[in-house]
Structures are given as structure tokens and as C-alpha cells.
């Protein structure tokens, strides 16, 4: 039984790999779907082109292939990464692309007479952009931005396929050298649960905390 | 970094045996996930709490946890309580679990959005309640279900690179072995990321004609 309480350890090293890989992805994230969701709604053609190839691309081929392209292929253009990095690399750009759709229709779902009132207030593009529109479609995006959270979370198990020391990888690990199967996956399954309804709470707490005070705007 | 037609073209016959396993996978895991998807539906609608409640919990935990880990639990722990399964009918359950909790989703909204006085007229027309499902509130509620059935499969179909943890040699698994094989990593993971992106290019297609065919809801 005592034997138990070491290999427990290495799962929860694991564990603290899938949280880091988790944190720095939406980070990345968070960046690319605010870049790519307003070159989405840009007026310059180019901008609007980029942000739509890179959405569909990264939307169009699935993260374990990016994961493997990032890992095995760069390599050879001269560019060699770290499995970690090439984890953050490729979660963040695959999750930034399905949340840059959210942040594209938050901002379009925004009424029509608040673009009105910043023109009336004399505001510019972007001062108006940041102050009245962001503000309000902040609101909009939190609730999805939580569920791509969790799929990022989810989506770090495939790391663990390029040798980096996730919760995954240590429960592959626990299995070949104690033949045990049920506690080392029911137990990583556990973590992962655990750690979704953190990030779930963690949203619809934020999301109480920014409509204080928004009341009375919105509908 | 160097492209190597006459290399592609050697390995094109491996990659298109792996092209069909994937795509026998993702039809099989779509049946598998649209059956499993109603009966989770209609068990949370039940009467007895007991039932309405565990799988709500249980769907619940399958959507929070990593297709990968859960794949590994099929394949690894169930052999242990004699249930012995190919790796292909392994990675086709987990599929069909996994992305059937997502569609008990949408088979709930599609429910829901039956009007109320469709089921006060079966009850008023003395129909069983066998009958109301099969004849009156499955036929509406189906039709405008389908585009959104229809975007989890492809997301299903993007997902089955996973299924070459387990052993299965699809698409993803043979271009490994290829790569291995000759150690070049270039053609093999760009082919393999090209077939998926044109892939859900061409569903998107799809999905725009079945939204135009199906999605709406008359009134």
C-alpha cells in the first residue's frame, strides 16, 4: 500500500505539467483570438484575409496533427522546439482559432446604436472599440471562452504523445511498471474532472464579478 | 527542408489504407454516437430522478475528461475485467461515448423546441407514449437537429488521429510508421494535415447546403 503514495506522487507532478500547459495555451489563446476576431471584423481587406486563412486552417486540421507537425516537421525548416513549447505552440494557436470566432461575434452581436453613440461621442475607431464595445462584448465572449478553456484542458492528454510528462504520460507510465490499470486512469479521469469544474467555476465566478455594475445596460 | 515528390507517391498506397480505416472509424463512432446521443437524451428526461440524475452526472463526466484518457481506459482496463476488444471496436466506443455526450446536447435542445401543444394534441388523440415519440415529436424535433449532429461528426472526424494511440492503423498510424520507416517526417505529417484540411473544407460546403436544407424551423 505504500508503494501507492509514490506513484500517486508522479501523477500529481503530472498534474501540475497538464496545469502549466493549460495556463500558458490560453494565454497564447486568449492573444491570437483577440488578434485574429478583430482582423475578422477589420476594414482592411489583407487583415481580414489573414485572420480567416489562419481561423480556417487551424479549425480545418485537427491539434494532434499540428502537435505533430510542430514537433517533428519544424525541425527540419531549422526551427527546433522543446516539446513544451511546441505544446503550448500548437494548443494555443488550435484553441485561439475557435475562440477568435467567439470574439468576432461578440463584438457583431453588440448593438448597432452603441457604434452610433461612439460616432456621436466623437470617438475613434479604436478608442471606441476599446471603451464601449470591448467592454460589453467581454460579457458576451466569458461563457465560451470557458468552455474553450476546457477543451484546451482536454486537449493537453495529446501532449503526453510527444514525451512531454503530463497527467496522461503518468498514468502510461504508473500502468508499465505496476501492471496496474483501473488506478491509474480512473484516477487521472478524476483530475481532469476536477480540474474542468475548477475552470467552470472559476468563469461563472468572473462572470458575476464583471456584470456588476453593467446592469442597467444591458437587455 | 526538401519535398520529395517520388517519395510521396511511394508512400500514397499506405497513407490511403490508413485513409480508410479513419473513415470507417468516423461512420461507425457517428451511428455509435447519434444512438448513444438519444438514449442519454430521453434517460435525463426520465421520470425516476434516480436515472434522470446518474446520467447527468455520468454524461457530465465524459464531456469534462480527455477522449485520449478515456480511449486508454477502454483499451487498457477493460481487458483486466475480461472484456477483450480489437483496438478498432475500442477506439469505435470511445468515440461513440465521447461525442455522444455531445449530441444528447443537441438532441435536448431539438426536444425542447417542440412546441407545447404538440404533446397536449397526442395526449388529446389518446396516442401511447411510444407512439407521441415515434410519430409526433421525434419527426420535428430531428430535422432541425441535423446540422448541428452533422458538425460534431466532423469534429469526430478530426478527433480519430487519437485512435493511433491505441493501435489503430489509420491514417495518423501509417504515416507514423512511414515516417519511422524512412525517417523523412516532412511529406508524411504535411500529407496528412492536407487530407484533413480539405476535408472539413469540403464539409463546410456540406454544412452550409444542410443548414440551407434543414435548419429551419417552420413555424
Not at chain 1, 465572449?141 to 478553456?149: D, I, Q, R
Amino acid at each position: 500500500m505504500t508503494q501507492w503514495s509514490g506513484y500517486l506522487g508522479l501523477i500529481l507532478q503530472g498534474a501540475l505539467v497538464t496545469i502549466e500547459l493549460t495556463l500558458m495555451g490560453s494565454v497564447l489563446a486568449l492573444i491570437m483570438a483577440f488578434l485574429a476576431g478583430m482582423g475578422r471584423v477589420s476594414r482592411f481587406f489583407i487583415l481580414r484575409a489573414i485572420a480567416t486563412a489562419y481561423i480556417e486552417f487551424f479549425r480545418g486540421t485537427s491539434i494532434f496533427v499540428q502537435l505533430f507537425w510542430a514537433y517533428f516537421v519544424l525541425p527540419f525548416a531549422g526551427l527546433s522546439l522543446t516539446p513544451l513549447q511546441a505544446g503550448v505552440l500548437a494548443l494555443g494557436l488550435n484553441v485561439g482559432a475557435y475562440a477568435a470566432e467567439v470574439v468576432r461575434g461578440a463584438i457583431l452581436s453588440v448593438g448597432r446604436e452603441q457604434y452610433e453613440a461612439c460616432t456621436a461621442l466623437n470617438l475613434g475607431r479604436w478608442q471606441g472599440m476599446r471603451h464601449v464595445i470591448l467592454p460589453q462584448a467581454l460579457l458576451v465572449m466569458l461563457p465560451t471562452f470557458g468552455n474553450n478553456a476546457i477543451e484546451l484542458l482536454k486537449a493537453t492528454s495529446v501532449v503526453s504523445l510527444i514525451s512531454l510528462a503530463d497527467l496522461t504520460f503518468q498514468a502510461q507510465v504508473v500502468r508499465s511498471q505496476t501492471g496496474s490499470t483501473l488506478m491509474p486512469f480512473l484516477s487521472v479521469l478524476i483530475i481532469y474532472f476536477a480540474l474542468a469544474l475548477i475552470i467552470s467555476w472559476g468563469v461563472r465566478t468572473l462572470e458575476r464579478r464583471m456584470a456588476r455594475g453593467l446592469d442597467g445596460v444591458r437587455v | 527542408m526538401d519535398w520529395d515528390w517520388n517519395f510521396v507517391w511511394e508512400i500514397m498506397p499506405t497513407l490511403i489504407q490508413g485513409v480508410k480505416i479513419t473513415i470507417l472509424a468516423t461512420i461507425l463512432g457517428s451511428i455509435l454516437a447519434a444512438i448513444v446521443g438519444l438514449g442519454i437524451a430521453l434517460a435525463r428526461r426520465s421520470e425516476n430522478r434516480i436515472v434522470a440524475r446518474s446520467v447527468g452526472w455520468f454524461a457530465e463526466f465524459i464531456r469534462g475528461t480527455p477522449l485520449l484518457v478515456q480511449l486508454y481506459f477502454i483499451f487498457y482496463v477493460l481487458p483486466d475485467i475480461g472484456i477483450l476488444l480489437p483496438p478498432l471496436v475500442a477506439g469505435v466506443i470511445g468515440l461513440g461515448l465521447h461525442y455522444g455526450t455531445y449530441t444528447a446536447e443537441v438532441y435536448r435542445a431539438g426536444i425542447d423546441n417542440v412546441p407545447r401543444g404538440q404533446w397536449e394534441a397526442a395526449k388529446a388523440c389518446n396516442l401511447s407514449g411510444r407512439h407521441t415519440w415515434t410519430h409526433i415529436i421525434l419527426p420535428q424535433a430531428i430535422p432541425p437537429m441535423i446540422p448541428a449532429l452533422a458538425n460534431y461528426f466532423i469534429a469526430m472526424f478530426k478527433e480519430t488521429p487519437l485512435l493511433s494511440a491505441i493501435t489503430v492503423l489509420e491514417l495518423m498510424n501509417q504515416a507514423k510508421s512511414v515516417a519511422n520507416t524512412y525517417y523523412r517526417y516532412i511529406e508524411p505529417m504535411t500529407l496528412v494535415g492536407a487530407f484533413f484540411l480539405v476535408i472539413s473544407l469540403c464539409s463546410v460546403v456540406l454544412l452550409r447546403w444542410l443548414e440551407h436544407r434543414y435548419g429551419r424551423i417552420e413555424r
